[in-house]
């Protein structure tokens, strides 16, 4: 007997809520990559099975369907990958298609669609254990027999029932399926003939749970429901805020040490500095977002999992239809407010592609964690620590409010140009199917996360990395004497006095010139650069960076500065995500030449206001 | 014969309580197998599960699942509202 190992592919299918990729994660535990299909924004997900003997399996997981018929692209991307069309992507050689056991006749009407195609398939009832415990049965010999095809009844979640998938996939058997299909293209006759089916196996449908339906009477209450929901987003909110970034903040200091001590053990010189100052600032600036990246889809996996997504999305709808957008749209949107990126990658919960698209890209106004630093600096050193309104206001937190606003109405602007112009969508009928509530299970989240996490580092991780090099390659050349030249006459001290004639009318010179270069990376970096500049500049080197500031610049430059600072687009890690998420390069270019143009424009405006207003 | 006492009405209208049977889908026909494909067509029972907080969509029982659905969505929907029949949902 030959002992060469077969290589197969298995396309697992399934409605949405169908406990599908539960199943998938259990099949393939991490050994998981995600990609990109060629040219859609759908997610390709494939994974080696683990444990199999006699062969190679992988496993593509598509994404959530009701049926075939190319409505929207992830059935297109089904179809295709199904059919063999897909462009780098093996021909299935069998299908697992999954189905809820405890809604067996809904879910059955995606069989047809399926079968026509004409694969050897298993069809899987998953959630046996909810189905027993809620009183539901149904027959799987009369059912493999109406279907023609073999059924297994398994719980992806607690692991039962898993060895017939094994058996299925692992046996030589090629059973093409052999059942007499209703015609497709009428939904009507699909839904009959799956009710048909399920009474001929004497399918009894399980009670529905009484406690699923009265907790919605508390979340979905009409008073109630939206103080739970505002709570539930502002300790999301907080969390991240306040969690996320201690964590990073340790992170970050602990790298430091890191790359101190590293630099202690090799010689000083421009190797070292490449080394510690390049590449291992670069590797921080990555790691850093993973407190953050990992708080976020935590929480996220719990609504999700649990069923309140579905909720929340609920009861945003009202609010978000008036800029164009739907429910769906708010809960990433809003932990945009601590990071951006994990915030756009949270954004694939947002099935209508224009509508996923328009909230990626306004997700960049929302005033990030990274624009605090600046925010603050310029606040203090240029405003004074008055009250405003009485005790409850100050003029340093009004100003900061302020900024908030400003970037949340940039955001919801820009969201009902886009949604009445370039990304206006047919408004689709908007039906959305509330799940039943379960408890998330430590697994999943915990496999969701490492795969977040694992995408996150491998691609803007490079990204980000690359451009800091680029960064410390234009600041720490030309060499001047065979030495590492001062800032100002570094590559980029250049470009940034190359530049300030056309920042002038915003009130800058060339020092701010240069920390917006560095902060195109990410805009915390503006804080130490100027810190390097002014530290360095004999004029200003005695006085602390507040006085340095207020020395240098006017105050119309400094409202210019942080309202440029409110609109444009200076985060790396934001555009490799966008890049990542939209698959091509057009959005974030298109992203940051908006932001900048808004930023630039609005900045002068500022500058102009201000040194008017000023001297009167 | 039994009296009829069903009615038809749009699918916003259906009081709170009772159960309706679908019967028109008053929708382009890419809408409508949009619709169809999560349970809601001609023939389908259906009835008010909820109302949401803030005005937004109303959710309907639909053959055992939770729908919210749109008040545009439901205006296009005509249904014929059944007795109060109190039975389990099909």
């Not at chain 1, 009701?66 to 462009?87: C, H, I, Q």
């Not at chain 1, 009844?153 to 898993?162: E, P």
């Not at chain 2, 197998?33 to 909820?50: A, F, H, K, N, Q």
Request: charged residues 20%; positive net charge; glycine residues 8%.
């Amino acid at each position: 007997m030959s002992r060469e190992r077969q290589k197969k592919t298995v396309a697992v299918v399934g409605p949405p809520n169908s406990g599908k990729s539960t199943l998938f994660n259990r099949l393939t535990m991490l050994r998981q990559t995600v990609a990109n299909y060629p040219g859609v924004t759908v997610e390709q997900r494939v994974g080696r099975l683990v444990g199999s003997k006699e062969a190679e399996v992988d496993l593509i997981d598509l994404p959530g369907i009701y049926n075939l018929m190319a409505f929207s692209e992830d059935e297109r991307v089904a179809n295709k990958v199904l059919t063999g069309t897909m462009p780098g992507v093996a021909v299935p050689d069998a299908v697992l298609l999954v189905v809820d056991s405890t809604h067996l006749e809904r879910h059955l009407s995606l069989v047809p669609a399926i079968l026509k195609v004409g694969l050897p398939t298993l069809v899987l009832l998953n959630m046996a254990d909810l189905l027993a415990e809620r009183g539901g049965s149904v027959d799987l010999l009369k059912l493999a027999g109406n279907l023609g095809v073999p059924v297994a009844l398994i719980s992806a979640v607690k692991g039962t029932g898993l060895d017939a998938v094994s058996r299925f996939i692992e046996s030589d058997v090629n059973h093409v399926p052999q059942t007499v299909l209703p015609i497709l293209q009428n939904g009507a006759s699909c839904g009959q003939w799956a009710r048909e089916i399920g009474t001929a196996s004497a399918y009894r449908p399980p009670i529905a749970p009484a406690w699923s339906r009265k907790l919605d009477d508390v979340l979905l209450h009409k008073f109630w429901g939206p103080i739970i929901f505002v709570l539930v987003v502002l300790a999301i909110f907080q969390s991240i805020f306040s969690i996320g970034q201690s964590f990073s903040g340790l992170l970050q200091r602990l790298l430091d040490l890191t790359g101190q001590f590293a630099a202690t053990r090799i010689s000083a010189g421009l190797f070292q500095s490449f080394l510690v100052d390049g590449i291992w600032r670069g590797v921080s600036a990555v790691l850093v977002f993973l407190p953050q990246i990992l708080l976020l889809f935590l929480f996220v996996g719990i609504l999700e999992d649990s069923g309140y997504l579905a909720r929340a999305a609920l009861i945003s709808d009202r609010t978000m239809q008036r800029i164009g957008l739907n429910g769906k749209s708010f809960v990433p949107l809003l932990s945009a407010y601590a990071c951006a990126v994990p915030a756009i990658m949270a954004m694939r919960t947002i099935e209508n592609r224009r509508d996923r698209l328009a909230t990626i890209f306004i997700a960049p106004f929302m005033t990030c964690s990274a624009r605090l630093p600046i925010y603050t600096l310029m606040i203090a050193a240029f405003l004074p620590d008055r009250p405003l309104v009485g005790p409850f206001l100050g003029v340093r937190a009004a100003a900061m409010l302020a900024l908030y606003l400003l970037g949340f109405i940039a955001a919801l602007a820009t969201a009902r140009l886009l949604k009445s112009s370039v990304l206006k969508s047919s408004s689709l009928p908007f039906a959305l199917e509330l799940p039943e509530y379960r408890w998330p299970t430590l697994r999943s989240l915990g496999v969701r996360l490492f795969d977040r996490a694992k995408l996150f580092l491998k691609n803007a991780g490079t990204v980000i990395l690359l451009v800091a090099l680029v960064l410390w390659v234009l600041a720490h050349l030309p060499l001047v004497d065979g030495r590492v030249p001062q800032l100002r006459d570094s590559a980029i001290g250049h470009l940034g006095r190359w530049m300030e004639p056309l920042i002038k009318p915003l009130g800058f010179n060339w020092k701010v010139g240069i920390g917006l270069l560095t902060s195109v990376f990410a805009r915390e970096v503006i804080v130490g650069t100027f810190g390097t500049i002014y530290g360095t500049d004999p004029a200003t080197r005695s006085l602390n960076l507040q006085e340095a500031l207020r020395h240098d610049l006017s105050p119309g430059a400094a409202a210019a500065l942080v309202v440029f600072f409110a609109f444009a687009m200076q985060c790396t890690a934001t555009l490799a995500v966008v890049r990542r998420e939209t698959n091509s390069w057009k959005w974030p270019i298109l992203q940051f030449l908006y932001m900048g143009s808004l930023a630039y424009a609005a900045a002068w405006l500022t500058n102009l206001t201000v040194s008017q207003l000023w001297r009167l | 014969m039994k009296a009829d006492r069903s009615y038809e009405c749009l699918l916003c209208e259906i009081p709170k309580g009772s159960a309706a049977i679908i019967e028109e889908i008053r929708l382009p026909k890419l809408f409508g197998d949009y619709l169809m494909r999560i349970g809601i067509e001609p023939g389908t029972v259906i009835r008010v599960s909820r109302e949401s907080p803030l005005g937004g969509p109303h959710i309907y029982r639909v053959r055992g699942a939770e729908i919210a659905i749109r008040r545009e969505t439901a205006r296009q929907i005509l249904v014929r509202v059944t007795d109060f029949s109190g039975a389990a949902d099909a």
